[in-house]
C-alpha cells in the first residue's frame, strides 16, 4: 500500500519582539543572562585567587594597625599580661622633652624634601622627555639608586658625608672651598639627610613624571610655539595644566613618606647631634626597642596616624576638581 508524503507546514515567522508562545520557550540556563550558580561560581574563583593578597594584607597591614591603636591604651610589656592605663601614654609622651623636638625635626624635613626633593625630579623628567639619544641608558642611571638597599645607600652617604676623609669635603678641598660637618653638625644634619633621601627616592618619581610628560599630545607645544611662547612659558601653560593631576597626587604622596623618614636618622646619625635628626619614627623605635614602652610607641603611631589622616584628607579636598 503506498503512502503519499504529506508536505512539510510552512515556517512559522514572527515578527522581531514578538513573545513567543509558552511552548517554545528557551530552556533555562540559555537565555542572555547567566544562572546564579555561575554567577556565584565565577565571584567564588575570583575571592580564591584573591585570597592569598587579603590574607596577607589583614595579617601584615590591618591586624597590626588595629593592635597598635588597643596597645596605646594600655602599659604593654612583652611576655607579661597587658593593663589598661586609658591616656596615660599619651600624657607620658606629650611630657617627653623629644617629643616636641621629633615633631619639629619632621615637620622641617618634610618642608625641605619638598622645597629640594619635589622641584628636583619634574626638572629632570623635562629633561630625559627632551632627549633624542640615549634615553633607556639616562633612564636606568637615574633609576638606579631606587634599586640600591636603603640601608646600604644610608652607609655610603655616611662615608660620603665623613668630616675627615669623605668624599663631600674631599671635592671641597680640590676646589678650594671650606669644608662642612655635614651630618656632624647640628645646623647641617637635617639639610644632608634630606639630600640622602632626595637622591635615594626620585628615581620613581622621575619615571612617572616622565610617562605623564609623553602622554601630553606634541600639538599643543606645537601650537604654543607658533604663537611664540618660551620655554618657560611652554612649562607653565601646557606642561604643568596637563601633569596637574599627577603633580597633587606625588605631592600629597612625598609628604606621607617624609613625614614617615626613619633610615636616613637611624643609619646615618643615630637622631643625633643634639637631637637635630630625632624625627617621630625615630623616636617611636626609641620607645619600643630602647626603653621597652609599646604603650608609648603605639600612642605616639596613633598619633601620627592622625596627623596624616587629617592631613591627607584636608589636602584632597583642597585640590578638589569639579
Known sequence: MKTTSQPAPPAVTRPAGATPPPGDARPAGRGPHRPWRRRIADQATAYAFLAGGLLCFILFS??????????????????????????????????????????????????????????????????????????????????????????????????????????????????????????????T???????????????????????????????????????????????????????RFIILMLMLLQIIATMQVFTEPFVITGGGPENSTVTVLYLIYKYAFLYNDFGGASALSVLLLLVLSAFSALYLRLTRTD
Open 62 to 187: 590591618w591586624y597590626p594597625a588595629v593592635r597598635s591603636v588597643i596597645i596605646a591604651f594600655q602599659k604593654y610589656t612583652p611576655g607579661s599580661d597587658p593593663q589598661w592605663v586609658g591616656t596615660a601614654n599619651f600624657t607620658r609622651v606629650f611630657q617627653d622633652p623629644e617629643f616636641a623636638a621629633a615633631w619639629r625635626n619632621t615637620l622641617t624635613f618634610t618642608v625641605l624634601a619638598l622645597v629640594i626633593g619635589f622641584a628636583i625630579p619634574f626638572v629632570m623628567a623635562l629633561v630625559l622627555n627632551e632627549l633624542r639619544h640615549a634615553k633607556a641608558f639616562f633612564r636606568v642611571v637615574v633609576y638606579l639608586p631606587v634599586m640600591i638597599p636603603p640601608v646600604v645607600s644610608a652607609l655610603l652617604w655616611k662615608w660620603f658625608y665623613d668630616p675627615g676623609a669623605g668624599l663631600a669635603n674631599e671635592v671641597l678641598r680640590f676646589l678650594h672651598l671650606p669644608t662642612s660637618n655635614w651630618t656632624n653638625g647640628a645646623d
Open 189 to 243: 644634619a637635617l639639610l644632608s639627610l634630606v639630600i640622602v633621601a632626595t637622591w635615594a627616592n626620585m628615581g620613581g618619581t622621575v619615571l612617572i613624571y616622565l610617562a605623564a610628560l609623553q602622554g601630553i599630545p606634541g600639538e599643543l607645544y606645537e601650537a604654543a610655539e607658533l604663537d611664540g611662547a618660551s620655554l618657560w612659558q611652554r612649562v607653565r601653560h601646557v606642561t604643568i595644566p596637563q601633569t
